[in-house]
């Protein structure tokens, strides 16, 4: 298994700036294929935001953040980060890290139920 702990979440301004990490327990390229970051606001469905493959570190992500998100790793210090720019009010959820095992070793995935292992989540307010 391993454990997973988001951090850097906070409140912004809209068009501020976030950079949030997810600090693996151990060497999550040995065990998942990809790690994602999703968020979840209250009342709605978690849902994909970014998404990087281990082994390439080739990206995906959501529409709704392209051209103002960057997912990136540093697979030595076994952490993922997610720089949020522009930041909108829309943004406003709890973000999570999750790690994919088996679902995302052709394609990228931010299918919900691809991701095995899951953070508690920080939180990010982005007001008007």
């Known amino acids: 298994q391993v454990q997973l702990l988001e951090s850097g979440g906070g409140s912004v301004q809209a068009g501020g700036s976030l950079r949030l990490s997810c600090a693996a327990s151990?060497?999550?390229?040995?065990?998942?294929?990809?790690m994602g970051w999703f968020r979840q606001a209250p009342g709605k469905e978690r849902e994909g935001v970014a998404v990087?493959?281990?082994?390439?570190?080739?990206?995906d992500y959501a529409d709704s953040v392209k051209g103002r998100f960057s997912i990136s790793q540093d697979t030595a210090k076994n952490t993922v980060y997610l720089q949020m720019n522009s930041l909108k009010p829309e943004d406003t959820a709890m973000y999570y890290c999750?790690?994919?095992?088996?679902?995302?070793?052709?394609?990228?995935?931010?299918?919900?139920?691809?991701?095995?292992?899951w953070g508690q989540g920080t939180q990010v307010t982005v007001s008007s």
């Open positions: 999750a790690a994919a095992t088996q679902k995302c070793r052709r394609k990228l995935t931010l299918y919900l139920y691809d991701y095995n292992y």
């Open positions: 990087i493959r281990a082994g390439d570190s080739s990206t």
């Open positions: 151990t060497r999550y390229t040995y065990v998942s294929d990809c």
